[in-house]
């Protein structure tokens, strides 16, 4: 695992899921333009996207960041840029899908940063948008491709949060957000081109669940619906973004919102945060 | 596969977790009281619970009814019932944790009764209920326990889907209806003593989400909330029954709200029902 | 008063606006056709809409019903159509913003035909549909546009659960049903040609009330959401409803789930019951 | 009308109900202890409520506010710590009953400060509060009551809004926030000693309008769930509170979260914020 130690005894925020899908060479960006794109022009905050800028901004407001992704190349732009803004940070692997390597990782990340204060959960899947307009109904989707949403969507948080929750419990206080998107608010039909993203009411659901269990332990457990395009070295490249620019939202204000959430007063909890672009009407 | 073949030419009704869990001899009944109950003064549309009442039901209207279970011996006595009442059914094994049953249980279905033409998911679990008040929080619910949830809550209801829906949309009419519990509606706090019942919103949400895509194909999709405690052998003799009896839901008139619902006119169709005693206040 | 007495002593049902704006006389048929229609080739059961529908049901079910109504002429048609079904009914004048108006008729009412059985609220209002584009926004509904939905869709149910309720809970039953349609579910823009709907949330929150406190008394309170076009006169000419019948709700089969909701054992009721066409996806 | 003109030519901040039932000699605070009492040890902060810190917050971030009440002196003590910490603020008179007087209030408002940059809807009402037990049922609810109820939470917030928001368009931007509380959620049965709540869900739907209506014109509309009790002198004195501080809200702090809000960047709008005390579960 690459990164350095928490030498500085730092409060630890891990974000799982921190790069982006979408970023300059994401599979999300070759897969909508063929190729990876150029983000060298792009402000350093929105080239991970939602997931890189949560980590820049808790890494400047003084935290130890853990950047987890299935392949540490991937976050390795992300963790520069952390070291020249200052910042301290470390990279670990982690693939949801399996459960020894979310207990490896965790262990890895106890041992080196120490225990998480803040638990961001940002990971993210893409299957089921390259499925052709004649299999856009459920019957056509495979097996395999729900057994992957479910890794990501129902079954690694789960994980994740037996990981991180007993110790959070214990101190009496920390924070664990979901980053979910508007199709957690219900089930609706999926349009071609879209992920099959039904699954993605468990994390919501389970955000939920959370909130009733540990508030009381002083736990702040909130899910973040981001309801709208995200800004990014993909998406800023997409016609519909270059047109509307009023539709795309800024991830380095997405991320300000996580750390608002993070400073509340714990007589004021806020446990869902619904975020949407003033141009568009809000989903529900 | 027990049961005879529907020679007959009746429309098919398929009851998915046919059986119940506070039957006579039911793992829930067994659980509570800590042994099997005699159920022969209890009335014969109440024996099966809601499953079973379900089944009368639709064998009385006309329906060759398909009662699948994981072990064909607990439902034999309700198919033995619904022989008396002058009804028809077969029995079909059935294990929702894995492709393969599934697969090849519906295939014997096409096979011996034919298409479905109303599916009724009333398969249940209770993984979580033993477990004691000080592993009451999240963090001590076993993966194993976990992953049973989801293979009945989330996979299950996957799989059945991929199974009956081409043949309904086809056909341009059929019925396929989620019996569910009101921790379908949200994320709850468990208690001591319950199920891990947060998943049942994944069943919640497909249901919403085959709404949307197949009403418009006439096949008529619903979520059943049924917000209560359903009479069967094992819950009628538990003391909260027997002190509070306007608590108690009567499974012959949940099954007939079910029958309502298939019979609706496709200009008027429901999608959510919620069934709740008038004792109490409704579940949201 | 026009009609006669409940002289069979029949339960009384009283269906408060049961006639229709879109009869063929009605003034929502006048304001899209220019005109009133002939409705003579038209089903008895859609010509007065689904107040008119539930009418002849609970008619035909036994009930001694109740019309309300501004102007007795506006339900002269309906009363005759069910007199010649071999009903029986009355006619009570009814003005929903008067206090004084609703005290009389219910005195009229529990004089002449008895403390009511049933109570279904179908009252709707018109206000905003003419308005010019120009004139879509909030801020230029006059208040005295505001003040008459308030008066159909706040204080009305008000009023008139004051006046039935004490009888229906004395008495141990009773059903309070109220008829809306798919703005109650939340506030949305309103759209040029649509009416002020939002005070619509107001009957269901309503609803949501009373069926917290009257359900353990007896009284069976639900809110119906009618979440499509209703065949009439005067949508049945509707060039959208003439291109896509299947967008069109039969009043008959709505009616229907009126009565199937009265019906319903008190161990399962239900407190909200949408109707949706199956041409489209239910609002929410 | 008293108070200055916003002679520095400050952004405008106006808070409809500025002053708290619950200050040293508030309605509810003599209702529920007998007499007014002395708040002489509290922070000033919460001397008068939310209505109260969250003036004081706008007027510390640089806003000239505007505090609305019924009578001035009620908020002449608000108005003068506003001026001893170095804030600008004036007090207008408004009686949201009357048309005329909101008619008034405004066009003063617009004429001694300016068009509103910031709207706070904060008015409130205890109507029902000290109904007995006997009378607990919405039967027994007087009609005057529940018209005072309509003034503050369905007619106020509707010519407010009319009043404000043609600037706010012209200019494109603005914000309109309601203060609103959990029973704004759904409709709830009315326990002994609780006002008649379930018409603040207006001010929640209208808030919904709002949002769908004019946030593509760059006002951002928000309805905000104060989801517990607020501190502040009388409340800070009831049994309740001071055996379960950890109930006890910290307006200062729910002011920051109204704040926070108005400076949300308007890529990413939140439009509802329900805050809730760590130590109970949040409503819905």
């Not at 709208?228 to 795309?248: K, Y």
């Amino acid at each position: 695992m690459a990164g350095k130690r928490n030498s500085k005894g730092k409060p630890v925020a891990v974000v799982v899921g921190a790069t982006s899908k979408w970023q300059a060479d994401g599979r999300n960006t070759k897969l909508a333009h063929g190729k990876a794109v150029d983000d060298s022009d792009l402000p350093v905050g929105i080239r991970w996207g939602v997931g890189g800028a949560i980590a820049q901004k808790f890494a400047k407001e003084g935290f130890f960041v853990v950047l987890t992704t299935r392949t540490e190349a991937n976050a390795s732009g992300l963790a520069a840029a952390i070291g020249k803004q200052g910042g301290d940070c470390m990279i670990v692997e982690l693939d949801l899908a399996r459960q020894d390597s979310v207990a490896a990782a965790f262990a890895t990340i106890r041992g080196d940063a120490g225990d998480p204060h803040v638990l961001i959960y940002n990971a993210g899947y893409l299957e089921g948008r390259d499925l052709p307009p004649e299999k856009e109904l459920l019957e056509h989707i495979p097996v395999e491709m729900f057994d992957a949403t479910q890794h990501i969507a129902c079954r690694g948080p789960f994980l994740v949060a037996k990981e991180v929750l007993p110790a959070m419990r214990k101190r009496g206080e920390g924070s664990f957000f979901f980053s979910n998107n508007s199709s957690s608010l219900r089930g609706r039909k999926r349009m071609t081109g879209q992920s099959l993203y039904y699954p993605r009411v468990m994390m919501r659901t389970l955000a939920q669940v959370l909130t009733e269990e540990y508030s009381e332990h002083g736990i702040h457990v909130a899910n973040i619906v981001i309801d709208g395009l995200i800004d990014s070295p993909g998406t800023h490249a997409l016609p519909r973004a270059r047109q509307n620019p009023d539709l795309v939202m800024n991830p380095v204000k997405i991320a300000e919102a996580f750390h608002y959430l993070h400073t509340q007063d714990r007589s004021c909890w806020t446990h869902e945060l619904q975020l949407t672009p003033f141009s568009t009407k809000p989903s529900y």
